[in-house]
C-alpha cells in the first residue's frame, strides 16, 4: 500500500527536507583532505539537532552513527570512524536521513575531496544526472518504472553499473515504505502515480561491475570489482504540477 500524505505530513517532511538540503549544503563544504568520517558524521548530527530534528539513521536497524558515509569504492551503509581519514583526490557520498515531529526526509550526495579525476567526476555527475532525469517521469498518471527505466537506462547510456540490489523506496513517518524504487527498467509498469506519493529516489552507480558485497562489518557495500561507486538521492513529492524536492535547497 503506497500513502498518500495529508497537507499537514507534507509540511512536516517538506520541514526536514529544508533541515537535511541545509545540513547536506554545510556537510559538503566542510569536507576536506585530513578530515575523518567521524568528524564530519559527528558535525552534520549537531546541526540535525540544533535545528530542532533527530537523525533518523541512528540507530535504525541497529546502525552506529548519524550518517552513511562511503569512500571511493564503498556504494552506501559506510560507518563513519575516526581513523578513515579523507584524502586529496577521493570522492565521499554522505547519506543521511533527518526525522521532523515523526517524519522523514532522506537524501544522498557524492563530494570531491579537493581534486578529483575526470573519471571520479563524470561518474559522480552521472549519478546526479540520472536522478533529475528519472523525476521528469514522476508525474500523475505516468508508472513507477517511467521514473526505474529512464534511470537505469541513462545509466547505463554513461557505460556504468546501475546497482540492483538496493533500490529507493518510499518515505514518510517511516524511513522506508512502499513502493520500492529500483534503478533500472522493470519486467512491469508498476503502480500507477499519485499526487501526494513521496519517493526517496537514489540512483545507486558503479564504474564497472555492478555486482555487489557487504564487508565484514555487516553493513558496508562495495562492488566486487572495487572500483569507484556514486550515489545521489533527494525525497520528493508528487505534485499535479510535477515533481517538488523536499531536500534540495531552494534558488
Not at 9 to 35: C, S, T, Y
Not at 58 to 73: G, K, M, T
Not at 194 to 217: D, F, H, K, Y
Not at 223 to 250: F, Q, V
Amino acid at each position: 500500500m503506497i500513502e498518500i500524505k495529508s497537507k499537514r505530513e507534507i509540511e512536516l517532511m517538506r520541514d526536514a527536507g529544508k533541515v537535511l538540503a541545509e545540513v547536506h549544503e554545510k556537510v559538503g563544504e566542510a569536507v576536506a583532505p585530513g578530515k575523518s568520517t567521524l568528524e564530519l558524521n559527528d558535525y552534520a548530527e549537531r546541526l540535525i539537532r540544533k535545528a530542532g530534528c533527530t537523525p533518523s539513521f541512528l540507530h535504525l536497524y541497529d546502525f552506529p552513527a548519524a550518517c552513511c558515509v562511503s569512500v571511493n569504492e564503498e556504494l552506501i551503509h559506510g560507518i563513519p570512524t575516526k581513523d578513515r581519514i579523507l584524502k586529496e583526490g577521493d570522492i565521499v557520498s554522505f547519506d543521511i536521513g533527518t526525522n521532523y515531529k515523526g517524519y522523514h526526509s532522506d537524501a544522498a550526495r557524492t563530494w570531491a575531496v579537493g581534486e578529483i579525476s575526470s573519471e571520479a567526476k563524470r561518474l559522480v555527475e552521472t549519478a546526479k544526472e540520472a536522478f533529475f532525469r528519472g523525476i521528469e517521469q514522476a508525474v500523475p498518471e505516468n508508472h513507477l518504472n517511467d521514473i526505474c527505466g529512464t534511470i537505469g537506462d541513462f545509466v547505463e547510456s554513461r557505460g556504468y553499473g546501475v546497482v540492483r540490489d538496493y533500490v529507493g523506496h518510499g518515505i514518510g513517518h517511516e524511513v522506508h515504505m512502499d513502493p520500492e524504487v529500483p534503478n533500472y527498467r522493470m519486467k512491469r509498469k508498476g503502480p500507477k502515480l499519485q499526487a501526494g506519493m513521496t519517493l526517496a529516489i537514489e540512483p545507486m552507480i558503479t564504474e564497472g561491475n555492478p555486482e555487489v558485497r557487504v564487508l565484514s562489518n555487516d553493513w558496508t557495500v562495495v562492488p566486487l570489482d572495487g572500483r569507484l561507486t556514486a550515489h545521489y538521492e533527494n525525497t520528493i513529492l508528487i505534485t499535479d504540477n510535477g515533481p517538488e524536492i523536499l531536500s534540495l535547497m531552494k534558488g
